[in-house]
């Protein structure tokens, strides 16, 4: 258990799960772009998704669009995400009935979104980051949501990078100062009152 639970308990009452980005640009194998790691985060994603619909608590599913293919995201990558493209749609495996779904066009999920209103109004306190890809956008935005004033959570075995250095970096970075690192199984456990441990 990572010691910063003692000041900063995940209470699921006041907490919202975001799923950062599971398009099939990174979850389909015929996309360059494919996350092999992905595949292993979509079954616990799937756990996580049931029980916030179970307990009635905000879910909210981001998908990335690239609204400047001349901007400097896609100048660094090289290529735009577009959005009549295919493989910009969530994937089918996840279930997005009944949740907030936003657009955003920077690695940042609150940048330029209604993201923070809408946490404000749905009573919002905690938000809890999943998703690809770990090192790049569900990074930024954990960084955004504690500069904004969400305690934060980052589900380690919930998020997918295409090198393993990269995601250990980010959650080593992270759990410095920024966000909190627990595992899907910690939620679960949580829920059915045994305290997440």
């Known amino acids: 258990m990572h010691p910063k639970l003692d000041k900063f308990p995940l209470r699921l009452d ?3 799960l975001i799923v950062i980005d599971m398009q099939e640009y990174f979850l389909n194998r015929r996309s360059h772009a494919y996350l092999p790691k992905s595949k292993r985060i979509i079954l616990r994603l ?12 905000p879910i909210i599913f981001t998908r990335h669009i690239d609204r400047d293919k001349y ?3 896609c100048r660094w990558w090289g290529e735009a995400i577009e ?8 994937s089918d495996r996840l279930d997005t009935s009944g949740a907030e779904v936003i657009i955003k066009h920077q ?24 998703g690809v890809v770990a090192h790049l956008c569900c990074e930024t935005t954990a960084r955004s ?34 966000a909190v690192p627990i595992t899907h199984k910690y939620i679960l456990k ?4 045994d305290g997440g441990d």
Request: positive net charge.
């Open 145 to 178: 949501a504690f500069m904004r004033g969400f305690e934060t959570f980052f589900v380690t075995d919930c998020t997918a990078s295409s090198e393993p250095g990269h995601k250990k970096a980010a959650i080593l970075n992270l759990s410095h100062g920024f």
């Open 83 to 90: 959005e009549g493209d295919p493989l910009s749609r969530i």
């Open 190 to 193: 949580l829920a059915h009152g």
């Open 46 to 57: 799937k756990k996580l998704i049931s029980l916030f619909k179970k307990i009635n608590r």
């Open 107 to 130: 690695y940042d999920a609150f940048l330029g979104t209604p993201l923070e209103e809408m946490l404000h109004k749905m009573g919002v306190r905690q938000v809890i980051i999943t």
């Open 14 to 16: 006041e907490a919202a």
């Open 71 to 73: 901007g400097l995201m």
